[in-house]
Structure formats: structure tokens, C-alpha cells
């Protein structure tokens, strides 16, 4: 069962490999060149869609 399970999340991972390191990416321009204020709400973002829809988010950040 857990070899299988395994073996599930391996593809998963492989077939949305190349989002997950174009946003690792994304972060890490952002804290290299953002400002305070970007980064502030790249982090906000981050922390609300945890917990919440994307859009309520991303109304969230932009009020800040």
C-alpha cells in the first residue's frame, strides 16, 4: 500500500516538477530585487491561500 502510495505522489511530483521550480524561481527573484512592500504581499498571499481561496487572497494582498 505505501509503495503504491509512493509511487502515486513520484508521478504527481514529476508531472508538475517544472511549476514548482519555476515558482522556487519566482521566490527567489522577488526576495533579490522586490521591495519591503512585494515581498509583504508575496508573503501575505502565501500565508491567506493556505487557508482561503486564491482570489480572497489575492484581494487581500492587494489591500495591504
Same mark, same amino acid.
Given at each position: 500500500? +505505501?509503495?503504491? #502510495? @509512493?509511487? &502515486? #505522489?513520484?508521478?504527481?511530483? =514529476?508531472?508538475?516538477?517544472?511549476?514548482? #521550480?519555476?515558482?522556487?524561481? @519566482?521566490? =527567489?527573484? *522577488? *526576495?533579490?530585487? /522586490?521591495? =519591503? &512592500? =512585494?515581498?509583504? $504581499? &508575496?508573503? $501575505?498571499?502565501?500565508? *491567506? +491561500?493556505?487557508?482561503?481561496?486564491?482570489? $480572497?487572497? /489575492?484581494?487581500? /494582498?492587494?489591500?495591504?
Amino acid at each position: 500500500m +505505501t509503495t503504491q #502510495i @509512493d509511487g &502515486e #505522489i513520484k508521478e504527481i511530483y =514529476e508531472s508538475i516538477k517544472y511549476k514548482i #521550480i519555476s515558482r522556487l524561481n @519566482d521566490f =527567489e527573484y *522577488l *526576495l533579490r530585487n /522586490g521591495s =519591503e &512592500e =512585494e515581498i509583504f $504581499v &508575496e508573503l $501575505v498571499f502565501c500565508l *491567506l +491561500t493556505s487557508q482561503s481561496k486564491a482570489r $480572497v487572497a /489575492g484581494r487581500c /494582498g492587494k489591500s495591504c
